[in-house]
């Protein structure tokens, strides 16, 4: 069995990170799969995928993921796999459009992995969406609230899609060695509050730089990721005073070791689709907040600590109860990791091959 994942690029985000630590899973269970590219460039992301010698990596070499001709770069590879998974927009357009040009018979699987995209609220995206969509034998929704969202805009009946959450690999993040805080030139006695995620619009890192504000001198923030609106958070960090207290650590593929030295794990986001790093703070050994959004609220509830979407004020009084209460702050430890188990990867790599079998 013949599998090609493709993706827009390796640059940064759930979907990129989730294809780097699957690939090496699935060739282990003896699934053939590589990964397709519009956009080459050696991130991060890339090199370490490149790093495992699981699976082959192609590039169509463009520099702009919105360039139609991938639609006719593709077609040669539709006739090299028996499935190919598709993950983001927009990408998911040009596999289908490929497909009806070339007339193949490959299986098309798409993953959706949000719960909010623009295309959801334009009148004339909605019917191409309708379209596109069908050209997919599968729609994968991590969520079931992302399965209701996909049916009621698309139209298509519940057997075309599949409910198989995100997981992450637990025991990577539960076992991994912290760095010593003075590698990031702090003391010993400082509290690192740490969040992974990219500087999109979403993301909302902005909530969480103004806590500090709230929040006593010892209290350190890590910033991991990278994006267009990274430069506004800092511009934030300079205009709050707060550089000696704020450090942006970019694009990083030792995430388990950043988590595992952090005191708390935070993420701010307005929405989510189904959150690996939410997931992964919770496998960390430490207390996971997060906004009670859609996306987050339903992973984390009940095990981590949600607060007001935007609230800076209420989320740094809830770091606070946490730095001062042990007893409150091993309690949230235990239920984060407990959660997050429920999410391991194993989990969903042996539904993925399933429905892979089934379609074959």
Request: with cysteine.
């Amino acid at each position: 069995m013949k599998i090609l994942s493709v993706i827009n690029s390796l640059a940064t985000g759930g979907a990129e990170k989730l294809i780097i630590e699957t690939l090496p899973l699935y060739c282990g269970k003896g699934v053939e799969m590589d990964v397709l590219l519009l956009d080459g460039t050696h991130y991060p992301f890339y090199k370490k995928l490149e790093s495992s010698n699981t699976g082959k990596i192609f590039s169509l070499g463009l520099k702009s993921v919105y360039n139609p001709i991938a639609i006719i770069k593709i077609i040669p590879f539709l006739k090299k796999y028996d499935i190919v998974h598709v993950h983001l927009f927009p990408v998911q357009y040009f596999v289908v459009l490929a497909k009806w040009l070339s007339f193949s018979k490959t299986k098309l699987i798409f993953t959706e992995h949000s719960t909010s995209n623009r295309r959801l609220k334009n009148k004339l995206f909605k019917i191409f969406d309708k379209y596109i969509y069908k050209g997919y034998s599968k729609i994968i929704c991590i969520t079931e609230e992302i399965q209701v969202i996909i049916l009621a805009h698309t139209g298509l009946s519940k057997n075309r899609t599949a409910l198989i959450l995100n997981g992450v690999p637990v025991s990577e993040y539960n076992q991994a060695v912290p760095f010593d805080k003075a590698e990031f030139k702090f003391e010993s006695t400082d509290k690192l509050l740490l969040q992974v995620s990219s500087f999109q619009e979403p993301k909302d890192q902005k909530t969480l730089i103004k806590t500090l504000i709230h929040l006593p001198n010892y209290v350190k923030l890590l910033l991991v990721g990278d994006g267009v609106l990274k430069l506004e958070s800092e511009t934030l960090v300079k205009k709050l005073q707060l550089e000696k207290r704020v450090l942006f650590l970019g694009v990083r593929t030792d995430v388990p070791r950043l988590l595992k030295t952090a005191d708390i794990i935070v993420l701010s986001s307005k929405y989510e689709g189904m959150s690996l790093s939410s997931i992964e703070g919770m496998a960390s050994g430490n207390p996971f907040l997060a906004s009670n959004v859609p996306g987050l609220s339903e992973i984390v509830s009940g095990a981590g600590v949600l607060f007001t979407l935007g609230d800076d004020k209420e989320l740094a009084q809830k770091i606070n109860e946490l730095l001062v209460d042990e007893k409150l702050y091993q309690s949230v430890v235990t239920s984060c990791e407990v959660r997050a188990n429920q999410y391991d990867i194993k989990n969903m790599i042996a539904q993925h091959i399933a429905l892979y079998e089934s379609l074959v």
